[in-house]
C-alpha cells in the first residue's frame, strides 16, 4: 500500500469533522457546508472505518466527540489552519517573496555582511532569521534543513545536492604586537613563538583547524596558551600584548580594534595560507536567489582582504 493509500483521511474530510464538532449535528454541518446531510454521513462513516475507532458518540444530542474525536479535533484545527496559508504563501512565492528564510552566518563575515544580508532578506521574505556563530553549526543546520543558506568557510565540499557560490578567497596574515620586528620566515615563526604565546582560534572553528593543520606541516610544535571562538578574541588579546596570532583580513574586520598603533599585520611567513568564503544552498529549492544574493555580498566585500597596519 502507497504512504498516499495509507492516509487516514483528506484536509476535506477534516474539514467535515471539525464542522459537525462545532454545530453539534451532521445537518447543521451539512447546512454550514453547503453539502447534503448523507455525504456529510458517508464522510464520517469512511474516516472511522479508515482509522478504526469511532470519532462521535451518537448516543448523546447534541452529537459528543470521543476521546478519540477530542484528540483529532485538536490536530485537525491545527492541520487546517496550516493548510489555509499554502494558497497566501504560494501566491506570495510566485510574487517574488518567501514566507520564510533563514541564514546562518559565520562570525567573521558579520560586521562585513550583515548589513547587506538585512536588507535584502527584508526584499525578498516575509519574515526571517539571520543567525551567527561557527562554521560547523551552521552546517549541520544546513543539511539538516535547519537553515536555508549559509555563508561561511567552505567545510562541506563532498556533500551531494548542494550549490556553492564563491564570495571571497583571503590570505591568512600575521598579527603581531607592534613593538615585534615583522617575521620574515618559518624560522622566525619559531623564534616568535618561544619569546611570546601564539592566541589561537579555537578547535571548535573551521578558522582554528586550518591554522593547525598549517602549523603541522611547518614543523612547528607551538604550546597551546590561549584560544578564543571569536576574532574580537583573538585581536583583543594580541592587542592586550598577551600573544601574537595567525588570523586573516575579514577576522581584523569583525574584530574592529582601535586603529591606535598597538598592533601590527604583517604577511605570513612560508607557504601561502588561504581560505575561501562562500554562500551555500541547497540545490535547485532557490531559484536564482542564491546567486543574487552572491552576488550582492561579492560587492560588499570589495576591498577586504588588503593586510596593512593597524
Partial sequence: ????AALPFDLRALEVFLAISEAGSMVAAARRLGITQPSVSQTVTEMEARIGVKLFDRQIRPIGLT???ALLRQRA?????????????LRRVGEGRLPFLRVGLVDSL???LTPTLAGFLAEVAEQS???SGLT?????GLITRQLDLFLGAEEVEDAEGLER???????????APATLPPPTSVEDLATLAARLPLVRFSARSRTGLEIERHLRRLRLDIPRHQEFDTPLGVAAAVAAG???AITTPLCMAEAALPEDGTTHCHPLPGPTLSRKLVLIARQREMGDLPRRLAGLCRDALGGVGEAGDR
Fill in 1 to 4: 500500500m502507497s504512504d498516499l
Fill in 67 to 69: 476521546a478519540a474525536g
Fill in 77 to 89: 484545527s491545527m492541520l487546517l489552519a496550516e493548510a489555509r496559508q499554502i494558497g497566501p504563501m
Fill in 110 to 112: 558579520s560586521r562585513a
Fill in 129 to 131: 532569521s539571520l543567525l
Fill in 136 to 140: 560547523a553549526n551552521h552546517t549541520a
Fill in 165 to 175: 557560490h564563491l564570495l571571497l578567497q583571503e590570505a591568512y596574515i600575521l598579527l
Fill in 242 to 244: 598577551l600573544g601574537w
